[in-house]
């Protein structure tokens, strides 16, 4: 309610802006000096020089005998040279190369004019498991057995000097710049290093960035919350994030609704950090104890950013030079010598608002404090599958999901609610809109930014229609048996599933539609929707659906025509559902005015928010599957056996993975987990229904 | 030494038939249950499905008043309405709806028919450091006050039923399936736990991979090594490696070559671990320990694969139920029950041999115990700057560094060394030659899979030519001055440097060549190699060249003339280098015939490679500069200077990131670390050499 009173400033300006205002009081990332093996990830702040050189000393480079290049010139061989002892040493693999010799004659061609002595073989290294071979005893005897007094030998062929020799610094010389300021150091680089006696580097510090959440309501996370308490989860977001990108995050205690106690906080905070969050919560008024707080301990450069989500964000920092007298009461704040400033930011208490702002403020600062770190952000073209309004006033960032289908990628806008986490958790994708679009049209080709690997859109099975928890289930037997395959499902009804396949923006569609003057499930729908035909129904289940009603009945409702008795709430389906159609249709039938049900018009997209409002008390009755009333221990009063088919367009039919989709059908394990739902009868699953085509 | 009696058996073939045999004995990945706080990046081993609704109450959205949505029906602007007291209840943003009402109206609209009786504001709560505005305390104003007495109210619209209401289960329904199995946990799925009352989850348990250094001769890292010591990184590369893989690595202590020894550390070994990695040091009949070894413990499936480096890799296992009775009398291995069957592989001694091992044979078995954890490869298409030949015999993998240069992608071989573990460290991606391939020409396209980000490989200036330590230093000072660019440096000499401006595969070559006839530096050399212009020279510094001798000159060598004494060691450089070219007029002009000189045929790359050998005394003298010189503390007799010079091609001197460096010679930063090394002197860094532009 106070973000009008905000300024509206446009992102890229706040970024910039505040990035250059920050550096300009000194930020700057900190050092630390760490041991080698420590340092996996970690970006060097220093240059790092090799001190000793690798190889440290000539080695041989195989198991032979060191001999001077010069003794062995004109061997051939018609003219073998002969070398007595003192001429040549043995010398095995990594062994020193004796200072009077240049080069190294491989075992293999040293011809002794002695006879071996054979040393006695340890027996017990020799017990082989049927393994070591004829040839292999043979190795070993060459590896093992040395003509154990001196001996001239005979050589055949003229050594090239220093052949067969890793010479000093073959690798890296001692003084030489192994890795230059501000590079990742990579497990080869950790090698090189330890290779060259470096035992430690001076890396980035990991900037400490700490996040206050505040709010009266919110609660340390429980499995059991009270009414009125929330719980605290975006600390647990913010800090993988935070970690992701290479810092370091503290996660400070929950402070109370108090511009006293979010002040001590914040002054405890800077003391620690190189960066202080402070979580606003979602009160309204608190973005002014956070602005408040902020502008008494340092200075607020932008309050209101035009992006949503994430607008009531506050772009502050605390510096060290111009606010000491502002705080000379306090305790000495921030010894470390790189702090000269901390920024401090505001974040909206929102989660999917406050990762936008992380995402687009927080991560290019420690961008530039942790040396380019991050990997840069990767885009895809997707075409979008419905119309995403937009306002002139907000940059907008749309999660949405994606999935190949017929070669085309289509990007799915998810929920936009700014408390919806689950939008994140879902999404593939974000789509920014920017300030000066209205929205985009449906079938528009737009850039995603991508959330996961590209290579997986390709195993995605898009899945629009009907909700029925058994897709989810599907879901997982895939992942099960085929790690690679996810599915990706939105809950829009069948009637939006069947235009979704129509359009050719899905794999495959849920959907339970009866035919009021048939009787008949589904495919009189599709007939008459999909004329030209092109898909196929493939029969699924029979699945029970029936009147949701809290545990004991305690309204004693009966049948259908309770539902207009005073004092009943009534929950509904969304328009386009099976559901919404069937209980219009039980309404018409027993001629019943819905305008009398009270809450016909409260409208959840899922069987399964239905029964969680009925069993938290929210609403009286309502109509939907027997697996959904199982959840939640509602009592059911079954109404009929519905067809639960899912509707496959040609193009997808013959994807390996849809027919991978198709073959768990018929599974044990699918069978199983049906059971464990309830509510359900196996109907031919993956059968053809017939009649569906035309004609 | 024993390659030649290894299996030679194609990598696709190996890998596959690998992983094959052991999930067909068993290999699965093991599970374990973990806070949710502590997921960030699992990968889940079985489906979560939310505990509780969120939000699990039905809480306003909004500060404002709960009323039910009947009672406001028919307000306008023309014909407000009025709510006595128990009609309404004023509610913040957060707090539960009370079960008798239906919808929230925000505060702004709700008209009050009594006066406020205005609560008093905490003073110290608004020091505001100038920042609070008349409007803000407005805001403020409304957040805190409330109407003290119940009171009826005005409201000029009507509101529609659960309106500002975040109802239950909006985001999450209790029962909903959150992740499938073989999810990646993200920060946004951590957050959608909590949110829904999970505090706990059963993810994938990290592989533990178990890594045994074997050999007489190595030892833990230090900065001192003596001669014969080789220090153990590869367990440090390694373990990295594996960590970022996903696995967890245990490194266990170096085992000396001795089969009781090395078997006792396998046995150790499998009873901790998931995979067992055997390193095989480089001495020969090392490999037929290890062999030997997992014969005895296990089964070997492949020993010697045909790829290079990597060759005599061993992939074994350790299958509990069959190999039972093989150790009957050992400790009972392995309790974990999801351990039936334990790789052991056999990791050559060489590093840059084990990464590709461990790369193309181990990498995948993680991805498949890790669900699919890893990135996948990304590929890029570049053009060859040079010949690579490869054998029939092998698949070969080559570390290549990239760089754009004229808009095309050049892909520079680096050093092919298995000890070469800076190949690595310097490589920006792969190739890989195919084994039917008898390797590729100069300038064929070829696919290099990435190691960096591409959008890295735009900020690279690629130098190509003389060898100077001062380049090293450029590069330092350009990344931190601007982070992302990078300098990546081939020191190939003058001569080949100049072919690499000229080919277009280079953006820089540095370079010191002496026409014998003028005494003119460079000018010359390139109006001959580049008549067609198209190239800057730019000046650089005077560099002092001399014989560097060994602290103290025990062998007495005062000139060019000295080097052809008996007992005097030569090291050169190599042919086409300025340095090169150098000591052949300078023996050209005293008479000095240089088949004299012993060593005159030892070539090195670089400066620091000749001063290395001199200070380790396996050389007695060798032409080079006093800053490589005076890393070594070596004595040096100043010969002459050179002027070491910057070529650059047109295409070059445009790019920013080209210019960037040369702004770079005249800064204070570069003279201070040019009077560093030493033996420099500016030369009007960054201005024109002329003539150099034909006619």
Redesign the interface.
């Known amino acids: 309610?106070?973000f009008k009173?905000l300024t509206n400033i446009d992102l890229d300006t706040a970024r910039e802006d505040y990035l250059a205002v920050l550096i300009e009081k000194g930020l700057v990332s900190g050092k630390e000096t760490i041991a080698?093996?420590e340092a996996?990830?970690r970006v060097t702040k220093e240059?790092v020089y090799a001190?000793?050189?690798?190889?440290?000393?000539?080695?041989s480079?195989?198991?032979g005998i060191a001999v001077s290049a010069r003794d062995t010139f004109g061997a051939s061989e018609t003219t073998p040279i002969l070398l007595e002892p003192g001429q040549y040493k043995y010398i095995?693999?990594?062994?020193?190369l004796p200072?009077e010799f240049d080069a190294v004659v491989?075992?293999?061609d040293v011809i002794s004019t002695e006879d071996y002595e054979t040393k006695e073989l340890?027996t017990?290294?020799?017990?082989?498991?049927?393994?070591?071979?004829e040839?292999?005893a043979m190795?070993?005897r060459?590896?093992?057995d040395k003509p154990v007094k001196s001996a001239t030998i005979k050589l055949y062929d003229s050594a090239a000097?220093?052949q067969h020799i890793?010479?000093?610094?073959?690798?890296?010389?001692?003084?030489?710049?192994?890795?230059?300021?501000?590079?990742k150091v990579?497990?080869?680089?950790?090698?090189?290093m330890?290779?060259s006696?470096?035992?430690e580097l001076t890396v980035i510090k990991r900037p400490v960035v700490g996040f206050i959440p505040t709010?009266d309501?919110i609660i340390p996370?429980?499995?059991?919350?009270k009414?009125?308490e929330?719980?605290e989860?975006?600390s647990?977001?913010?800090?993988?994030?935070l970690?992701?990108w290479g810092a370091e995050a503290i996660k400070f205690p929950i402070v109370k609704d108090d511009?006293?106690l979010i002040k001590a906080a914040v002054e405890t905070a800077l003391s620690e950090c190189d960066i202080v969050l402070i979580g606003a919560g979602?009160?309204?008024?608190r973005e002014?104890?956070t602005?408040?707080v902020i502008?008494?301990v340092g200075t607020?450069l932008y309050h209101g950013i035009a992006i949503k989500p994430g607008k009531p964000a506050i772009l502050g920092y605390y510096d060290k030079n111009t606010t000491r007298e502002?705080n000379n009461n306090s305790k000495e704040q921030n010894k470390d010598t790189h702090r000269s400033v901390v920024p401090l930011i505001g974040v909206p208490g929102y989660?999917v608002s406050g990762?936008i702002v992380l995402e687009q403020l927080l991560r290019p600062m420690l961008d530039y404090l942790c040396?380019?770190n991050n990997?840069?952000y990767t885009y895809v073209e997707a075409t979008l599958s419905k119309s995403v309004a937009s306002t002139l006033k907000y940059r907008e960032f749309v999660r949405v999901r994606l999935g190949y289908v017929k070669d085309k990628l289509i990007a799915a806008p998810l929920?936009r609610?700014s408390?919806?986490?689950?939008s994140?958790?879902r999404?593939d994708g974000i789509l920014e809109i920017p300030q000066e679009a209205e929205g985009y049209e449906s079938g528009k080709k737009v850039n995603i930014r991508l959330m996961r690997?590209k290579?997986e859109l390709h195993q995605s099975i898009v899945v629009i229609g009907s909700h029925d928890?058994l897709i989810?289930?599907l879901?997982?037997l895939?992942?099960?048996k085929h790690?690679?395959i996810?599915?990706g499902s939105a809950h829009v009804g069948s009637m939006s599933g069947i235009l979704a396949v129509k359009k050719g923006e899905a794999h495959l569609a849920g959907t339970h539609l009866l035919d009021e003057e048939t009787g008949e499930y589904n495919s009189s729908f599709i007939r008459r929707m999909i004329p030209d035909g092109g898909v196929k129904l493939i029969k699924c289940v029979k699945r029970k659906q029936g009147l949701m009603l809290p545990k004991g009945n305690p309204k004693g409702i009966k049948n259908i025509a309770d539902l207009v008795k005073d004092g009943i709430r009534y929950v509904n389906r969304q328009k386009g559902s099976g559901t919404r159609i069937l209980i219009d249709y039980l309404c018409k039938k027993d001629n019943i005015d819905t305008s009398n049900i009270y809450?016909y018009?409260?409208e959840?997209f899922?069987h399964?928010?239905v029964?969680?409002?009925i069993?938290?008390?929210?609403a009286d009755v309502g109509l939907g599957i027997y697996s959904?009333a199982k959840?939640?221990d509602l009592e059911f009063i079954h109404i009929c056996d519905e067809d639960y088919d899912f509707l496959i367009p040609d193009h997808a039919w013959e994807m390996p993975v849809v027919q991978e989709l198709l073959a768990l059908l018929e599974s044990a394990d699918f069978a199983k987990r049906l059971d464990a739902l309830g509510g359900y009868i196996l109907n031919d699953p993956g059968l053809l229904r017939v009649p569906c085509a035309p004609d």
């Open positions: 309610m106070s009173y080698v093996t996996a990830g240059a001190k000793i050189c690798a190889p440290h000393y000539n080695a480079a195989m198991d095995d693999t990594g062994d020193p200072e491989m075992i293999e340890e017990e290294e020799h017990i082989t498991g049927g393994y070591i071979t040839k292999q190795d070993d060459l590896a093992h000097p220093w890793r010479q000093i610094g073959e690798d890296i010389c001692a003084g030489e710049m192994l890795l230059p300021s501000f590079s990579t497990p080869a680089a950790m090698g090189a330890i290779a006696g470096v035992t709010g309501e996370p429980t499995a059991n919350p009414e009125g929330i719980l989860f975006n647990v977001i913010y800090t993988a994030m970690k992701e511009a006293k979602s009160s309204a008024g002014d104890y602005a408040s502008s008494q607020i502002k989660p990762i040396g380019a990997q840069p929920g609610g408390g919806v986490v689950t994140f958790m999404a690997n290579e928890p989810d289930e879901s997982d895939l992942r099960i790690g690679n996810s599915l809450g018009d409260r959840e899922t399964t928010s029964a969680a409002l069993a938290a008390g929210s959904a959840i939640y």
